[in-house]
C-alpha cells in the first residue's frame, strides 16, 4: 500500500466488511448501543491514524478488533470509575428481545463473553483470541470451557 489515497480505500472496503462483527464484540462488550458505537467509532479512528504500522494486511481483522476490544474495556473502566446510569429516552421504542442463546451471552462476565463472541460469532481460534485479547492460549481454552460449562447451566430448560 503506497500511497494514502489506495490505503484510504482499502481500510474502508476492510472496515466495511467488519462492521458486524464490530458491532457484535463491541454490543457483548459494553451492552448498549451508544457506547458499542462509540467504542467502534475510536477504534476506526486509532486504526486509521496507525495504519501503517500494520505489518502485514492479512491481519488487519484481528488487530482492528484487538483495538476495539481494547477500546471497549476503556469504556466499561469509565463506567466504573464514574458508575453512571443510562435511562432510555422518552418515546423510543425498547430494542426488540434477544435470543435466549445471545442473552445468555451476554450474561456472561465480560472475560468470558468476549472470549465466546470471537469464537462462536466471528470465527477466531483460541490463538488468534489470545493474541487479540492479550492473554495466553490456554488462558483463552481455559474461558470457553468456563464460558460453555456456565451457558449450558443458564440455557437447561430455557431452550
Not at 473502566?77 to 422518552?90: D, G, K, L, M, W
Not at 469464537?119 to 474461558?143: C, M, W
Request: proline share 6%.
Amino acid at each position: 500500500m503506497n500511497d494514502r489515497k489506495h490505503d484510504r480505500q482499502w481500510f474502508a472496503r476492510q472496515v466495511k466488511a467488519l462492521e458486524p462483527a464490530m458491532y457484535r464484540l463491541a454490543m457483548g462488550l459494553v451492552g448498549n448501543d451508544y457506547d458499542a458505537a462509540d467504542a467502534a467509532q475510536e477504534a476506526i479512528c486509532k486504526a486509521y491514524a496507525r495504519l501503517e504500522t500494520l505489518r502485514r494486511p492479512e491481519q488487519f481483522r484481528p488487530w482492528l478488533l484487538r483495538i476495539l476490544t481494547n477500546e471497549c474495556y476503556e469504556i466499561l473502566r469509565q463506567r466504573q470509575r464514574y458508575a453512571e446510569t443510562e435511562a432510555i429516552p422518552e418515546g423510543e421504542a425498547p430494542p426488540p428481545e434477544p435470543s435466549p442463546v445471545w442473552q445468555a451471552v451476554c450474561d456472561l462476565n465480560e472475560q468470558m463473553r468476549a472470549v465466546v463472541i470471537l469464537y462462536y460469532y466471528e470465527g477466531f481460534q483460541s490463538r488468534e483470541i489470545a493474541a487479540i485479547l492479550h492473554l495466553s492460549d490456554a488462558t483463552v481454552k481455559a474461558r470457553l470451557s468456563r464460558a460453555r460449562k456456565r451457558l449450558r447451566e443458564m440455557l437447561e430448560g430455557s431452550l
